[in-house]
């Protein structure tokens, strides 16, 4: 039930942002990987990115929503989902950090708030730190994201995940 109405926010918000903020949107979808508590899992990542503050010198601010969804399965406690709904505030600097940036290379900073659920562990809560680089591969944008997401009540346990998404506009 919980998952439902989480999955169905991130949705809203994405859409809500795609309609009001089409041109400085960067969207991208992915993979992701995670360590977990007991074992790793491998998730689809959809990221949704809004320049909303552009600080000059091809340098900018953005809003980052990027929900992940995972299924893994380990021989103690069978079985897990996982769902990961980060919302993050970056720094961006050279590739793709605003519209006019003509860098081969940027990368980006920041941190936010996440919310995880965990099957079998339950819902967790708290910051998120990231850095990560932007560049092309084969002539396509892509994105490496390394995230470490605090569980500040330990119901479930920090995550670390990596992310590599392509992103889908430029």
Known sequence: MFTN???SLCFSVVFYLNIH?????IQGIGGSFFVLPK????????SYRNNFKDVGNGNS???TIAPSVA???DFVSREQFLIEAP??????????STSSSKNDLGFFIGAGAGLHYLQHY?????PEYFIGIRGELANKPIELRANYHQDLFSVTSDLISVH???LLTR
Do not use: C, D, E, T
């Not at 903020?21 to 949107?25: F, G, L, P, V």
């Not at 919302?87 to 793709?96: E, Q, R, T």
């Not at 339950?122 to 708290?126: Q, R």
């Open 5 to 7: 109405k989480l999955i």
């Open 21 to 25: 903020a089409q041109n400085n949107a």
């Open 39 to 46: 074992g790793k899992a491998l998730a689809i990542n959809y």
């Open 61 to 63: 601010i953005s809003l």
């Open 71 to 73: 299924f893994h399965y």
């Open 87 to 96: 919302i993050l505030f970056s720094y961006n600097v050279g590739y793709m």
């Open 122 to 126: 339950g819902l967790g809560y708290g």
């Open 164 to 166: 590599l998404n392509f």
